[in-house]
Nanobody, 121 residues
Framework: QVQLVESGGGLVQPGGSLRLSCAAS????????MGWYRQAPGKQRDLVAE???????RYADSVKGRFTISGDNAKNTVYLQMNSLKSEDTAVYYC???????????????WGKGTLVTVSS
């Protein structure tokens, strides 16, 4: 019914930049929030950044000033611009969307399969 597809991960040197994209598709009535989470090996999945349909944003303290989340409501797409990357940013990055499926009256969370970001020299 609903698919979230991430792209843009890869290998980058410390101090470098990457841009992640996540596109939601399917029987979507409305999306009220989209965000990025990450999970490093042996650690829990944590919020990186999120953005509401109205444009309000929230960031993890560890990425403030380095990462920027943005969205395109018309394309059901969210982006994460990551600058000044550090080795500790290495993780699988997951996209999450809070949305209402066509024909339903309640919202649910949907997850993408993740994209690997490796920061290493």
């Amino acid at each position: 019914q609903v698919q979230l597809v991430e792209s843009g991960g890869g290998l980058v040197q410390p101090g470098g930049s990457l841009r992640l994209s996540c596109a939601a598709s399917g029987s979507i009535l409305s999306i009220y929030i989209m965000g990025w989470y990450r999970q490093a090996p042996g650690k829990q999945r944590d919020l990186v950044a999120e953005i509401t349909r109205g444009g309000s944003t929230r960031y993890a303290d560890s990425v403030k000033g380095r990462f920027t989340i943005s969205g395109d409501n018309a394309k059901n797409t969210v982006y994460l611009q990551m600058n000044s990357l550090k080795s500790e940013d290495t993780a699988v990055y997951y996209c999450k969307a809070g949305l209402v499926v066509t024909g339903q009256t309640f919202g649910m969370d949907y997850w993408g399969k993740g994209t690997l970001v490796t920061v290493s020299s």
